[in-house]
């Protein structure tokens, strides 16, 4: 459920595993204790991106939706939260971030423990190992799942034709990504080592949508990347934020 007020949703603190609720205004007790912010909405996907963090470490949230359509993002409030009018912003007490990747990084490093050390930090080698991955996720994978789902999804809705040569050379883009990626998980489990990080939680927001659409068949030739992806995609945490993400998009 949402309770709409001045142009945006908000919704009750998430706890792993539980549902969305109607909140009420918060007492300053209450807000001393209250859980992040993640503002934007789940179907965005460098806004899951940060939530699938979020659920990793079983950290609260709470989940704030910057209307779009009443350009909440352009008024006078967001851009004190994200100078360039975008999504996810996030505020955790009096700290306030944008850029996903910096926010998924800074969730990551305040709940790490032995157990949930995704950055992989305290070991040099395997943090740079991670560090370079997620360069190649934000370079090279990235780009060329957002060109396709811009020509596939959002052009058809903003009235304009896809360009299918965009399209084209995107899915060349991807397959070429792919390619380095099989290599690499031949020699190990995960892309930058043997153990999980934000390098493979990065890749599934994008991967999620591309795999709804006509070109996802570009996979097949890769059966060490659909290994990775479907364990991937069986992580309770995965699972809940694309429940999240599909509730947002309908």
């Not at 109607?22 to 859980?35: F, G, L």
């Not at 806004?47 to 709470?62: D, F, M, P, S």
């Not at 399209?167 to 892309?191: D, M, N, P």
């Amino acid at each position: 459920m949402q309770h709409k007020s001045r142009g945006r949703a908000v919704r009750s603190p998430h706890k792993p595993g539980e549902g969305n609720t109607v909140i009420h205004q918060q007492s300053r007790a209450e807000q001393s204790m209250a859980p992040v912010k993640v503002l934007g909405s789940a179907a965005f996907t460098n806004v899951a991106r940060v939530l699938v963090c979020l659920e990793e470490v079983g950290a609260e949230y709470e989940i704030v939706d910057v209307d779009f359509h009443a350009r909440e993002q352009k008024g006078p409030d967001h851009p004190a939260r994200n100078p360039f009018g975008q999504v996810p912003a996030f505020q955790d007490g009096d700290l306030t971030l944008f850029q996903s990747r910096a926010i998924s990084r800074y969730v990551l490093r305040k709940h790490r423990t032995d157990e949930v050390n995704l950055l992989r930090e305290g070991d040099p080698k395997e943090s740079a190992l991670v560090d370079v991955w997620l360069d190649v996720e934000a370079l090279n994978f990235d780009p060329a799942m957002r060109s396709v789902f811009y020509q596939h999804r959002v052009a058809p809705a903003l009235g304009r034709i896809p360009d299918e040569k965009i399209i084209g050379e995107s899915v060349e883009k991807l397959r070429k990504v792919l390619e380095v990626y099989e290599a690499q998980l031949t020699k190990h489990r995960y892309l930058a080592g043997d153990f999980l990080s934000l390098v493979d939680l990065s890749h599934f927001p994008e991967t999620h949508y591309f795999m709804g659409m006509p070109y996802a068949a570009v996979f097949d030739a890769y059966p060490r990347v659909r290994a990775w992806l479907e364990e991937l995609f069986d992580r309770p945490a995965v699972k809940k934020v694309i429940s999240l993400m599909a509730q947002d998009f309908n």
